[in-house]
Nanobody, 128 residues
Framework: EVQLVESGGGSVQAGGSLQLSCTAS????????MGWYRQAPGNECDLVAT???????YLADSVKGRFTISVDSAKNTVYLQMDTLKPEDTGVYYC??????????????????????WGQGTQVTVSS
């Protein structure tokens, strides 16, 4: 059974930092691209960052220079380091694995589309 378990969310003031972790099981971690999506209330599920099985990374324009995505293959874990957080970063962050190995789609109505494997989500709240 595929499982993605996120941790590390919380509440922080603007300018602060958080690190999200996502530990995967039930599939060969190194064979799949991994990513993070964000869904704020009333908004769609938007792609924030990805890292391919070869180590190439992508960051959405809104988080470039502030967020970093990385993996620890020995731990089957992907991280999202979030620095200089802004109130607009608030939302539920979902870890995802590129189930079809076809690349991550930028936006979904909800973070549950069967294009990906999904974690349960972790809340990040940034106050001004």
């Amino acid at each position: 059974e595929v499982q993605l378990v996120e941790s590390g969310g919380g509440s922080v003031q603007a300018g602060g930092s958080l690190q999200l972790s996502c530990t995967a099981s039930g599939f060969t971690f190194d064979d799949f691209g991994m990513g993070w999506y964000r869904q704020a209330p009333g908004n769609e599920c938007d792609l924030v960052a990805t890292i391919s099985s070869l180590g190439g990374t992508y960051l959405a324009d809104s988080v470039k220079g502030r967020f970093t995505i990385s993996v620890d293959s020995a731990k089957n874990t992907v991280y999202l380091q979030m620095d200089t957080l802004k109130p607009e970063d608030t939302g539920v962050y979902y870890c995802a694995a590129d189930r079809l190995r076809s690349g991550f789609i930028a936006t979904f109505p909800q973070c549950d589309h069967n294009e990906n494997y999904w974690g349960q989500g972790t809340q990040v709240t940034v106050s001004s």
